[in-house]
């Protein structure tokens, strides 16, 4: 299995409701990642668990929580968006960040599309 | 600084031509410079990479190209298919930083039949 699954693949959510994102992969990889694309931009790192602990916040708003049940989870809870945070979400994992030999591949999954209404 | 400039922003190719993405970074401590491909809807794909000890790397259709004294490299796609329509982030990591890498700010590339 060399693919990262995301769901949903598309969220309507109003300004007051809380949602959750999902990602999912069994490769084994002890990195993963939440990234955030608008359109027709690059996608702009927001978070990084390196073996299950929170290595990498980019000064994003608390209206974002991440979590890391496990090796191959990471979720995304969101409270109250605004209409500014509907973008493509997209997950990622890398195999060791504790690697240094060699560098690791990002593995991005499909995405989240986020409307926020 | 952590900026990787790219251009051109969007790039039209006829079918069999060679199409050609430029970028450029300023940070030294770079050493491992990776495109992505990404569909409409898709997430990135690795494309192809490069360390700053080798000046060009092929494969396949695609080559990289890399002037490490002016902190240049540039993708070459040869042969040019519809197929290749998408855009194309480069993208720079510090392999003894963290894991954050620093994209170029992305083209979209069309090839017309």
């Known amino acids: 299995d060399t693919e990262v699954t995301q769901t949903p693949k598309h969220l309507v959510m109003g300004m007051t409701n809380k949602k959750s994102l999902k990602c999912e992969q069994h490769?084994?990889?002890?990195?993963m990642y939440w990234y955030k694309q608008k359109a027709k931009k690059p996608p702009e790192l927001m978070f990084v668990?390196?073996?299950?602990?929170?290595?990498i916040n980019e000064s994003v708003p608390s209206r974002f929580s991440p979590e890391c049940p496990n090796s191959s989870l990471l979720n995304l809870h969101l409270h109250a968006l605004q209409p500014e945070d509907s973008a493509l979400y997209l997950c990622?994992?890398?195999?060791?960040?504790?690697?240094?030999?060699?560098?690791?591949?990002?593995?991005f999954g499909p995405g989240t599309r986020l409307t926020v209404l | 600084q952590q900026q990787v400039k790219q251009s051109p922003q969007s790039l039209i190719v006829q079918k069999g031509g060679i199409s050609i993405i430029n970028c450029a970074y300023e940070?030294?401590?770079?050493?491992?410079f990776p495109w992505y491909q990404q569909f409409p809807g898709k997430g990135p794909a690795l494309l192809i990479a490069?360390?700053?000890?080798?000046s060009e790397k092929k494969e396949g259709r695609f080559t990289i190209s890399f002037n490490k004294s002016a902190k240049q490299f540039s993708l070459h796609i040869m042969d040019s298919q519809p197929g290749d329509s998408a855009t194309y982030f480069c993208?720079?990591?510090?392999?003894?930083?963290?894991?954050?890498?620093?994209f170029g700010t992305g083209t979209r590339l069309t090839i017309i039949p």
């Open positions: 990622a994992s890398s195999q060791d960040p504790l690697q240094r030999a060699s560098y690791n591949e990002q593995f």
């Open positions: 490769m084994g990889h002890r990195a």
């Open positions: 668990y390196s073996y299950e602990k929170l290595s």
């Open positions: 940070n030294t401590a770079f050493d491992y």
């Open positions: 490069i360390r700053p000890d080798v």
């Open positions: 993208a720079a990591i510090s392999n003894f930083g963290n894991e954050k890498l620093t």
